[in-house]
């Protein structure tokens, strides 16, 4: 029988995981959708993790109303969720008075908004702030209020809480065809979803989550016609014990196209330079070039100097999913019955999404949906024993209790094999899946020492066989096929 839904998301990225975990408090039956092998794996794996400070953007925008509201849910939610979160506050240069009279701007935006605690600064208070600014910075402005997360890590809990909750959770699952059965209005009106490998369910309701590809499945359900624009952000990642790392996130002064490129110390102690913003035709385009390498290490120097190639130890790029007009597209279609469009959630996209979650549910309810509260509901996860993060002696009672936090996989980050069954154990299948969720591979040396080991414990966890294992689902194996041994002659 094919599973019928009350609602049905589709894309398990921060938006997608935030509008089914907060839909999951309520007496529905919901199914979320992610076409790869994991959630988080599109546009929400390559976010740079930055909360912003509601000061960006035009306080007439929909999303500035929502990054404020997000931004001040963050404290709760990671209560609840046991994510990586830090609030570090932001710092944006200014170099010229030129450059300070854009900061004014930015200032008065951030007032308008409503940005708690939003500040002017002159060259002292800057440097105070962040020793390491260049010496030529003259002024800027402080938002206290931003701060940064581990994006991924920030997915993984939402949906762990989902499924907690009842959220069936269907990954591979590529929609790739939509029929309408009952009625145009009537209460038995579903959609049936069909993806590409033969899969189908059913749905009452449709939250289109789809990040890059939400202009298709607006397309697939006869909803609105709108063209998503990937532009594609390469960064750079540096080692843990790089010279650049600063206390908090530091932007330059903004252009009309892009908030800049930023320095960026992670939660887990790393330091992340960029991202640039180039417009691309090509929604696959993951390439970086030696050409925006110059480009980003020329601006992240200028903001902090001592930024050096020598602390590199990889490179990525990521797509966000812009719309013409620059804002979000939340909204319930005018043309599909009962679909509800979560579309162009670029910058600051992670910041709002659990506001985005709150006005989604908003939607549905005033579109007709039943919302009748779980007397049972569980806000809270159990949090994650994290090997690296225990004090000696509860590293004892880890390894008395189980020895195979004794047996550490990956060395960088310091995680144990319990940590990697554990990951599989909650559905994290691939090589990549398992680094993002424990950061096994994350490290100085890329993984180039603990690979070999975390395949053997997936072969030995879920019986697949070396040519079925990948590292980010597709067709992205680690072996391709078996070397035959030589016939003798």
Known sequence: MMKRYDVVVIGAGVSGAAVARRLSAYRLSIALLEKEIDVSFGVSKANSGVIHGGFHHSPDLLKSR??????????KLQRELHFPFRRCGILVAAFSTEEMRIVQELYNRGVANGAIGIELCNGDRMHMLEPKLNSDVMGGLFAPGGGIVEPYRLVFSLVESAILNGVDLHTNFNVAGVEKSGKTGSEDREYVLHSSDGQSIRGRWV???????ADRISGLFGAEDFRIHPRKGEEFLLDREASAHTGRVIFPVPNPVSKGML???????????GPTALETDDKEDLATSSENFEKVFYSARRLIPSVSERDIITSFAGLRPSLEDGDFYIARSEKAERFVQVAGIQSPGLTAAPAIAEYVKDLLKQGGLRLTEETDYQGEIPAVPRFRSMSVHEQDAAVKADPAYGNIICRCENVSEAEIVAAIRRGHTSLDGIKFY?????GRCQGGFCSYKILQILRKETGLPWEKITKRGRNSWIVRERISPAKKS
Request: aromatic residues 6%; charged residues 10%.
């Open 263 to 273: 320095v960026i110390p992670t939660v887990e102690g790393t330091t992340m330079i």
């Open 438 to 442: 424990t950061r096994a591979g994350m």
């Open 66 to 75: 929502l990054e404020i509201q997000g931004n001040l849910m963050y404290d």
């Open 207 to 213: 939250i289109n989550a789809a990040g890059l590809f």
